[in-house]
């Protein structure tokens, strides 16, 4: 359910609407447009996300809504009225907050205040309320040196809220962290959200990570570049707290994957269905996966895109033998082929950064989506014992791949062992459920 004031029977009242936006760089004919004919609103009390490729206008955007920036054509609305020069009722937090490293915690989220006329006994008290707020008490008086990433940015989200922005604007707030204090933050970002605990009334937040859109947004909105617009929004009507693991989010995040991908297909097209299932079951690719982590830290190192023979070359393969891991590091979401050159997707670049457990998580949530791998762990799941004979699955599998179902078989068993979701006792020819 949208946050809070939904709930009244009176409709929620909108604080921004960006009518027919857009903003033109250069000149005719050579103008470029980074935003066109975009329409958005955001009413009180809810938390939406921006998603899309790089260069899709994100930040542009976030900047147009603080009025940091003006638009070249259309309007950028504020409670009703059109926006002037900056917009007071806005804060942003950027991906690395510019922090003054000879001022202290304290100092820097004074200087907002300082910035908006607050007087000094009022201040100091306001920004040690705030300290505490975000988690940072006892650190008063350190600097930004002395700090962690995860809690410097913890400062510039004190910076940000010490002016009580009603639209609080976060421009990938959490993406230059580590997995683990990202999560930290936005836990901690969510539950000050969820409890009302600051005045901020709506949320804008730019994020290239679907999963976390997912995880915190009440709708995401999906844009695409070249120009850059806005696509299609999708509502998320997930309580919190949200389970990654949970079929409804993960069909959600996989619908806004989709969107973003630009793929008008339905999941069974871009999956392949079960055996026996409406649709065609699709071939998993020969690959292990534990060769993923070397293609995709590779990818990663060469900035997120690759030409596909120069990378089979320097990791001394095969074209031919790098397709089928290729192919995999696509079914799961990881990469994207395009013209030549392979893609790091978001999930790919959080896979990378990832350390081990993490990574495995990554993917074994992805593999129970591959409708093949579901298939055998449902099948396993409903058995009494939750064991049954290899040759009840390569049959089942006889009439959609011939020769191949044996073949098929051991990639599926790979790829749920690895996931450690099942596995195969060789002296009992049985696979078995991992507990
Ligand atoms: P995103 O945040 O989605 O990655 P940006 O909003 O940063 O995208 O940029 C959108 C597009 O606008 C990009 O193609 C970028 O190169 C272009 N752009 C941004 N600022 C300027 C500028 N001052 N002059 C020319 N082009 C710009
Ligand atoms: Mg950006």
Redesign the pocket.
């Known amino acids: 359910m949208p946050h809070a004031v939904a709930a009244t029977a009176t409709a929620p009242a909108t604080l921004l609407r960006l009518e027919k936006l857009g903003i033109a ?2 000149r005719p004919p050579r103008l ?1 447009y ?1 935003l066109r004919d975009v329409n958005l609103q955001i009413d009180v009390g809810e938390f939406v996300c921006l998603v ?10 976030l900047r147009l809504v603080a009025g940091l920036l003006a638009p070249t054509e259309g309007r950028v609305l504020y409670r009703g009225e059109p926006l002037r020069g900056v917009n007071p009722h806005t804060a942003i937090v950027f991906q690395t907050f510019a922090l003054f490293p000879w001022l202290t915690v304290t100092e820097n989220v004074e200087v907002a205040l300082k910035a908006r006329g607050f007087p000094p006994p009022a201040r100091s008290e306001r920004a040690q309320r705030l300290i505490e707020l975000v988690g940072l008490a006892g650190f008063e008086d350190a600097y930004p040196r002395e700090l962690s990433g995860g809690m410097r940015q913890k400062v510039g989200f004190a910076r940000a809220l010490a002016v009580e922005p009603e639209l609080l604007c976060l421009d990938e707030p959490f993406s230059a962290l580590d997995v683990l204090s990202a999560e930290a933050l936005r836990g901690e970002l969510l539950e000050l959200w969820t409890h009302r605990a600051m005045p901020t009334r709506a949320i804008l937040m ?1 994020t290239h990570n679907i999963e976390e859109a997912v995880e915190l947004a009440d709708r995401i909105v999906v ?1 695409a ?1 070249d120009p ?1 617009r806005v696509l299609t929004e999708v509502r998320i009507d997930l309580r919190h707290p949200r389970r990654r693991q949970d079929t409804a989010f993960q069909a959600l995040a996989d619908h806004v994957y989709a969107a973003v991908a630009g793929r008008t297909g339905t999941e069974a097209e871009v999956l392949g269905t079960a055996p026996g299932a409406p649709g065609a079951t699709r071939k998993l690719p020969g690959a292990r996966l534990e060769a993923l982590a070397g293609l995709v830290e590779k990818l990663a190192a060469e900035g997120g895109q690759a030409d596909l023979p120069r990378l089979a070359a320097e990791l001394g393969m095969e074209l031919d033998d790098l397709m089928p891991l290729v192919e995999a590091a696509e079914r799961l979401g990881l990469a994207r082929v395009e013209q030549g050159d392979l893609h790091l997707l978001a999930l790919g670049r959080d896979y990378a950064d990832a350390s081990i457990p993490v990574r495995k998580e990554i993917l074994a949530g992805r593999v129970l989506r591959v409708p093949l791998v579901r298939w055998v762990y449902e099948t396993l799941q409903r058995d009494d014992d939750q064991r049954i004979v290899r040759s009840f699955f390569v049959e089942a599998l006889r009439s959609e791949f011939g020769d191949k179902a044996d073949e098929q078989l051991d990639l599926a068993v790979d790829w749920g062992r690895y996931a450690d979701l099942f596995a195969y006792d060789e002296d009992a020819a049985e696979l078995y459920l991992e507990a």
Not at 55 to 60: D, I, L, P
């Open positions: 760089y250069g470029f980074a899309g490729p790089s260069g899709c206008g994100k930040s542009t955007l730019v844009m570049k850059g």
